[in-house]
Structures are given as structure tokens and as C-alpha cells.
């Protein structure tokens, strides 16, 4: 095999192994045992970026790698996998494997140990993943990553259909490999792809929400376009395909509403918030399509309603609760401030309305739905959204009050009024608050205080 090793891929790939990851390779090396970084680390080395994990292959078995390393933790090892620890760093160290029969296009039955390197890397997904690096062998390319990097293509290793049919995440993997390095699905990969992409079906929510992330946040959102086209997200996120089939004929739009989905997603940066509240932002337009008699397309109410089905889609994929209220809240008032003048005053009642934490987030917002739309009126759209983080910026420099917690008077000061604990505490404070709203410089704790009795003396 190592004669074999010298021959494959370009000898001059070098990949610079961090010295906790080369000192378990010598350490494996040492005992007699064949040892390889594996995997993404090495596509990511290759591509110049720096990777997140260093993971090792080896011919040793489990329970010999425990025996060479003072600390190890059994984190997979029904699979063949050890962490080795190096001071507080893990490793994961894996024996190569062969897996039997997958019965649930999740896991294989069973895992058999092989001392065959290339048994390992033929289980791989991508051949882009199924490359393997040492000091002293070079790059191990069986089944040309390497080519396909240059050719920037994501093509599965040996069949496609059996890769898929073994793990069926694979399927939303390569379509996530694609959207982060910009390159192409093979041809058959991706007809594999449109065949088993019901079988996503068995895959749990958390690991579809995985995928689905961080296709969204990679460099190129808009290939969901691709999990569209091969029925990916018929299954995992249907009420995308409802946007791709709903028109908008409008002098503001110029694409279909899915079209105009993916567009604001590149048009806002690499934050999972704001690109998921670009993808739900419209949900809501197919169900409140109308076309008036002019063949005008019209959406009225949809931001309430796309805020609706983007939280019951937040918690069909087991999405935290703070993700979930962030993103709804952005859909709920992203069509929020088309007044042709904003002032001071309506950004602060704004401001209370939409939350000082998520507020400016909105800017993010309506930027990317402007430039997602046809160009009509676009300078003067952007103009207003402009004017309005002007105000934002204005408010936040005078510390003008915009919520309960920044009045000058809380709870405690009107129960030393005489008030009771109740309902009516939170009454009162919101009748002052809409005072303050209206003119801030009444923030005071002498006139407020004022205003307090009179409430109290009015609701006797």
C-alpha cells in the first residue's frame, strides 16, 4: 500500500500539522502503527483556510490507542473512535472502519475494523473529504479530491446512490459543501440526490437544522435554489417550494417571491439571524396572494402571517427559543417604516414597539428586501431606510427613553405613592411612558412623580 501512496495526487500538496496533531501521528507512527490526518482538515488545509478540527485515522485499534495515550475519552467508540487528549485539546482518533448495511439511512448495523486505508476513505461521502495527509506518505488521493477541487466539483466517492442511501444527510451535505466553496454537484451525484431526497424523511430535526444553517450562512445562500431544484426542500422545508411557485407582478418586484427570498439573503452578511429572516421573511405571500384587476399581485397582511409559519418552521426543526423569538420578531416588522418622513418621534415609538435589542437588526432588514426588489423607486426606499438609522442613531445619542425600563419612575415609586401591587402599577407606568414617548424631556423623576398622583387621584 505505501509503495502505492507515493503515486497518488500531487506531491507537492505540503500541509502544515499542528504539533499537538503531529505528535499523536508519531506517537501511532512509533508503536508501528499507520496514521493519517483525514478529512475535512485536509481539504481546508488544501484550500488555504484554517481548519476547525484535526482528525486522525489509524490502523491501530481502539483499544491500542488508549493504551499509547495518558488521557482518552471513549466519545465514539462503538465506532472505532477515541478522543485523545492533548493537554485541554481534543483529537479524535479513529480506526479505520468499514460499515456494514445501513438499515435506517442513518447508521450502519455494524462497524468492522479493516487495516486498509483505502477501505476507510472508500466509506467517505465526497471525494473532496476522502483525502489523506502524513509527513513522511504526502497527500493519500484514491479517488481524486484533488481533481475535483481544481475542477471545483462535489462528487460522491465510488456510487452516489449508495453514499446517500447510507447516510441520507449527505444529500443537504452536498448541496451545503456546494453553497460554502462555490463549486458544482457532479452530474450523477446530484440526479442521486433528486432520486433519494425523500429518504430525508428519516433524518432527525436537529441534524436537517444543522445543515440547513450553515448552507444559509455560507458565501452562497442562494443555492438553496439547488435544494429546490433536486426536491430537497419539498421535504425538509416545503413551504420554500410554495414561495418559488407564488409571482409577484408588481413595479416593485422583479422575481417570483422565492427568487426574491434568495437575492435578500446575499444581501445581508454571514449572521444566522439575519439570513433566516430573510428566508421566512415572505412565507407568508402565497397564502395572502390577491390579484386586482389589473393583474397587480398584492400581499396584504403577509409579514404577520410569515411570522406565524416561520415559528412553527423554527420549532419543527428544534431551533433555540432565543433564535426563534429574534427571527420572528425581524419577519413581524420587516415590512415596517414606509412612513415617507420619519421623526424622532416615530422612530422612539418604533423603538418601543419593535425592542431595543432587535431594532437594529431592522436596518439589515429593509436594506436587503429593498435590493432584492426591482429598481423601481429603489433610491428613494433606501433614502428613507437611511433617515431612519439617522433617527435610531439620534435617539440612542440623547438617551431618549423608549421602554418601561428606562423610565425615571419604576414600581417601587408608586407603591411609596400609595399604589398597590397589581395591574394597576402596570397601567400607570404605560400611561407615562406613552407621555415620554411623545416628549421625552418629561423623563424626569419630579414630573413623572406629578403625573403619578394625578393618575392615582383619576383612577380612585
Given at each position: 500500500?505505501?509503495?502505492?501512496?507515493?503515486?497518488?495526487?500531487?506531491?507537492?500538496?505540503?500541509?502544515?500539522?499542528?504539533?499537538?496533531?503531529?505528535?499523536?501521528?508519531?506517537?501511532?507512527?512509533?508503536?508501528?502503527?499507520?496514521?493519517?490526518?483525514?478529512?475535512?482538515?485536509?481539504?481546508?488545509?488544501?484550500?488555504?483556510?484554517?481548519?476547525?478540527?484535526w482528525?486522525?485515522?489509524?490502523?491501530?485499534?481502539?483499544?491500542?490507542?488508549?493504551?499509547?495515550?495518558?488521557?482518552?475519552?471513549d466519545?465514539?467508540?462503538?465506532?472505532?473512535?477515541?478522543?485523545?487528549?492533548?493537554?485541554?485539546?481534543?483529537?479524535?482518533?479513529?480506526?479505520?472502519?468499514?460499515?456494514?448495511?445501513?438499515?435506517?439511512?442513518?447508521?450502519?448495523?455494524?462497524?468492522?475494523?479493516?487495516?486498509?486505508?483505502?477501505?476507510?476513505?472508500?466509506?467517505?461521502?465526497?471525494?473532496?473529504?476522502?483525502?489523506?495527509?502524513?509527513?513522511?506518505?504526502?497527500?493519500?488521493?484514491?479517488?481524486?479530491?484533488?481533481?475535483?477541487?481544481?475542477?471545483?466539483?462535489?462528487?460522491?466517492?465510488?456510487?452516489?446512490?449508495?453514499?446517500?442511501?447510507?447516510?441520507?444527510?449527505?444529500?443537504?451535505?452536498?448541496?451545503?459543501?456546494?453553497?460554502?466553496?462555490?463549486?458544482?454537484?457532479?452530474?450523477?451525484?446530484?440526479?442521486?440526490?433528486?432520486?433519494?431526497?425523500?429518504?430525508?424523511?428519516?433524518?432527525?430535526?436537529?441534524?436537517?437544522?444543522?445543515?440547513?444553517?450553515?448552507?444559509?450562512?455560507?458565501?452562497?445562500?442562494?443555492?438553496?435554489?439547488?435544494?429546490?431544484?433536486?426536491?430537497?426542500?419539498?421535504?425538509?422545508?416545503?413551504?420554500?417550494?410554495?414561495?418559488?411557485?407564488?409571482?409577484?407582478?408588481?413595479?416593485?418586484?422583479?422575481?417570483?417571491?422565492?427568487?426574491?427570498?434568495?437575492?435578500s439573503?446575499?444581501?445581508?452578511?454571514?449572521?444566522?439571524?439575519?439570513?433566516?429572516?430573510?428566508?421566512?421573511?415572505?412565507?407568508?405571500?402565497?397564502?395572502?396572494?390577491?390579484?386586482?384587476?389589473?393583474?397587480?399581485?398584492?400581499?396584504?397582511?403577509?409579514?404577520?402571517?410569515?411570522?406565524?409559519?416561520?415559528?412553527?418552521?423554527l420549532?419543527?426543526?428544534?431551533?433555540?427559543?432565543?433564535?426563534?423569538?429574534m427571527?420572528?420578531?425581524?419577519?413581524?416588522?420587516?415590512?415596517?417604516?414606509?412612513?415617507?418622513?420619519?421623526?424622532?418621534?416615530?422612530?422612539?415609538?418604533?423603538?418601543?414597539?419593535i425592542?431595543?435589542?432587535?431594532?437594529?437588526?431592522?436596518?439589515?432588514?429593509?436594506?436587503?428586501?429593498?435590493?432584492?426588489?426591482?429598481?423601481?423607486?429603489?433610491?428613494?426606499?433606501?433614502?428613507?431606510?437611511?433617515?431612519?438609522?439617522?433617527?435610531?442613531?439620534?435617539?440612542?445619542?440623547?438617551?431618549?427613553?423608549?421602554?418601561?425600563?428606562?423610565?425615571?419612575?419604576?414600581?417601587?415609586?408608586?407603591?411609596?405613592?400609595?399604589?398597590?401591587?397589581g395591574?394597576?402599577?402596570?397601567?400607570?407606568?404605560?400611561?407615562?411612558?406613552?407621555?415620554?414617548l411623545?416628549?421625552?424631556?418629561?423623563?424626569?423623576?419630579?414630573?413623572?412623580?406629578?403625573?403619578?398622583?394625578?393618575?392615582?387621584?383619576?383612577h380612585?
Amino acid at each position: 500500500m505505501e509503495g502505492q501512496l507515493h503515486n497518488i495526487g500531487l506531491r507537492s500538496v505540503s500541509i502544515e500539522i499542528p504539533q499537538k496533531a503531529k505528535e499523536i501521528l508519531e506517537v501511532l507512527h512509533g508503536a508501528g502503527f499507520e496514521a493519517y490526518v483525514v478529512g475535512g482538515c485536509v481539504r481546508d488545509s488544501i484550500l488555504g483556510r484554517t481548519p476547525q478540527d484535526w482528525d486522525v485515522t489509524t490502523s491501530a485499534r481502539p483499544e491500542e490507542v488508549k493504551a499509547l495515550f495518558r488521557r482518552t475519552i471513549d466519545t465514539g467508540i462503538q465506532h472505532g473512535t477515541v478522543t485523545v487528549m492533548m493537554d485541554k485539546e481534543g483529537f479524535e482518533v479513529t480506526t479505520y472502519r468499514i460499515d456494514g448495511k445501513y438499515e435506517d439511512s442513518r447508521h450502519p448495523s455494524e462497524v468492522i475494523f479493516t487495516p486498509s486505508l483505502e477501505e476507510d476513505l472508500k466509506r467517505r461521502d465526497f471525494t473532496i473529504n476522502a483525502m489523506a495527509y502524513n509527513d513522511r506518505d504526502g497527500l493519500v488521493d484514491l479517488f481524486g479530491g484533488l481533481e475535483d477541487m481544481e475542477k471545483k466539483v462535489i462528487r460522491c466517492v465510488g456510487d452516489a446512490r449508495a453514499r446517500f442511501g447510507e447516510d441520507a444527510l449527505r444529500i443537504m451535505r452536498a448541496v451545503r459543501f456546494s453553497a460554502q466553496l462555490g463549486y458544482e454537484i457532479e452530474a450523477q451525484t446530484r440526479e442521486a440526490i433528486r432520486e433519494l431526497a425523500p429518504t430525508l424523511r428519516n433524518i432527525s430535526a436537529e441534524r436537517i437544522q444543522t445543515e440547513l444553517v450553515k448552507l444559509v450562512v455560507s458565501g452562497h445562500p442562494e443555492y438553496l435554489r439547488i435544494a429546490w431544484e433536486t426536491g430537497i426542500t419539498k421535504v425538509v422545508l416545503p413551504e420554500f417550494d410554495l414561495m418559488m411557485e407564488t409571482p409577484q407582478n408588481h413595479p416593485h418586484h422583479c422575481y417570483n417571491v422565492g427568487e426574491h427570498t434568495l437575492v435578500s439573503m446575499t444581501q445581508v452578511s454571514a449572521d444566522k439571524v439575519l439570513r433566516l429572516t430573510m428566508l421566512f421573511h415572505d412565507l407568508g405571500k402565497p397564502a395572502c396572494l390577491s390579484v386586482d384587476e389589473k393583474g397587480i399581485t398584492h400581499f396584504y397582511g403577509h409579514p404577520k402571517v410569515s411570522e406565524e409559519i416561520a415559528r412553527k418552521i423554527l420549532r419543527r426543526l428544534k431551533f433555540d427559543n432565543d433564535t426563534t423569538n429574534m427571527v420572528c420578531r425581524l419577519v413581524k416588522y420587516h415590512d415596517y417604516g414606509n412612513e415617507d418622513a420619519p421623526d424622532l418621534k416615530t422612530v422612539r415609538r418604533a423603538l418601543y414597539k419593535i425592542g431595543e435589542e432587535a431594532f437594529p437588526a431592522m436596518f439589515a432588514v429593509w436594506r436587503a428586501d429593498i435590493l432584492a426588489q426591482s429598481e423601481y423607486k429603489r433610491e428613494e426606499k433606501l433614502a428613507r431606510a437611511a433617515k431612519w438609522q439617522r433617527l435610531y442613531e439620534t435617539v440612542m445619542e440623547l438617551h431618549q427613553c423608549v421602554s418601561l425600563k428606562g423610565l425615571a419612575v419604576d414600581g417601587n415609586d408608586l407603591i411609596g405613592l400609595g399604589m398597590k401591587p397589581g395591574r394597576e402599577i402596570g397601567n400607570c407606568l404605560q400611561s407615562l411612558l406613552e407621555e415620554v414617548l411623545e416628549e421625552p424631556e418629561r423623563n424626569t423623576k419630579e414630573y413623572l412623580t406629578e403625573r403619578a398622583k394625578a393618575w392615582i387621584c383619576q383612577h380612585k
